[in-house]
């Protein structure tokens, strides 16, 4: 058992400090500014780091400063601001440090800056989309009542699913035009004729299930006919520019 000396007992910080704090509030306050400035180094770390690491670092990043923001409100609660003070409630904290790592890691994804391959990159970046959804419904599910009435509805799990089908048309068509081919011209230009159907499918789509709940006069049949139109003539404009190298090779 150990024994605390008389003389340690009832030493008080806070008179010997002399700065017009409490004891509790001091030893909050040096918690915030050790959990902030270890926050600080792991952003420092996610610059430096490669691979999916900074994925890890931002995530460790953003839970030391969700730590910090708690120890500040426990040590001046009279100094929250009424619009900040919901939000240092350890459960409504938590949820959106656990939103705000979803949503680093789904950026760190999207990016896919370490992958070379264009079907590793596009693979890498359906997986930071879907993660960006999962966080999305998540925050639509646990902060409604932080919602406006007029998003509520595009957080929904059907519009954030609609939503992702739509993104991930568009990456498709941007890794099909970009995509590395090893073979002669031909391939190339085989691969791109997806380009121009993605796209087409991405914008009617696109159209209607979100176009039309915004703008409801938009007309519709013509959107989607002038998105067939240009779909089939880009797919058959690549088509004869392959077929065309295929008889020069």
């Given at each position: 058992?150990?024994?605390?000396?008389?003389?340690?007992?009832?030493?008080?910080?806070?008179?010997?400090?002399?700065i017009?704090?409490?004891?509790?509030?001091?030893?909050?306050?040096?918690?915030?500014?050790?959990?902030?400035?270890?926050?600080?180094?792991?952003?420092?770390?996610?610059?430096?780091?490669?691979g999916?690491?900074?994925?890890?670092?931002?995530?460790?990043?953003?839970?030391?400063?969700?730590?910090?923001?708690?120890?500040?409100?426990?040590?001046?609660?009279?100094?929250?601001?009424d619009?900040?003070?919901?939000?240092?409630?350890?459960?409504?904290?938590?949820?959106?440090?656990?939103?705000?790592?979803?949503?680093?890691?789904?950026?760190?994804?999207?990016?896919?800056?370490?992958?070379?391959?264009?079907?590793?990159?596009?693979?890498?970046?359906?997986?930071?989309?879907?993660?960006?959804?999962?966080?999305?419904?998540?925050?639509?599910?646990?902060?409604?009542d932080?919602?406006p009435?007029?998003?509520?509805?595009?957080?929904?799990?059907?519009?954030?699913?609609?939503?992702?089908?739509v993104?991930?048309?568009?990456?498709?068509?941007?890794?099909?035009?970009?995509?590395?081919?090893?073979?002669?011209?031909?391939?190339?230009?085989?691969?791109?004729?997806?380009?121009?159907?993605?796209i087409?499918?991405?914008?009617?789509?696109?159209?209607?299930?979100?176009?039309?709940?915004?703008?409801?006069?938009?007309p519709?049949?013509?959107v989607?006919?002038v998105?067939?139109?240009l779909?089939?003539?880009?797919?058959?404009?690549?088509?004869?520019?392959?077929?065309?190298a295929?008889?020069?090779?």
């Open positions: 058992m150990i024994v605390v000396p008389p003389l340690v007992a009832e030493f008080d910080l806070a008179e010997y400090v002399g017009g704090l409490s004891t509790n509030q001091i030893a909050y306050l040096a918690g915030t500014l050790f959990l902030a400035l270890f926050g600080l180094s792991a952003l420092r770390h996610a610059s430096r780091a490669t999916v690491l900074p994925a890890v670092w931002v995530g460790v990043a953003i839970a030391l400063f969700a730590g910090a923001l708690l120890l500040a409100a426990r040590s001046f609660p009279d100094e929250v601001p619009w900040l003070r919901p939000w240092t409630e350890t459960d409504r904290l938590t949820r959106a440090a656990a939103v705000a790592v979803l949503l680093g890691c789904a950026a760190v994804l999207l990016s896919a800056y370490w992958v070379r391959g264009s079907m590793s990159r596009l693979a890498c970046r359906m997986a930071g989309l879907g993660l960006a959804g999962v966080a999305v419904w998540l925050a639509g599910g646990w902060f409604a932080q919602i009435d007029p998003v509520r509805e595009w957080t929904v799990q059907s519009a954030i699913m609609r939503a992702i089908v993104f991930a048309l568009v990456f498709v068509a941007a890794a099909m035009w970009v995509r590395q081919s090893e073979g002669p011209p031909h391939v190339l230009w085989r691969n791109r004729s997806f380009t121009p159907t993605a087409a499918m991405a914008a009617i789509l696109a159209t209607r299930w979100f176009a039309i709940r915004i703008w409801p006069d938009l519709k049949a013509d989607e006919f998105a067939i139109v779909g089939v003539i880009g797919t058959g404009t690549c088509i004869l520019i392959a077929a065309g295929y008889l020069l090779r």
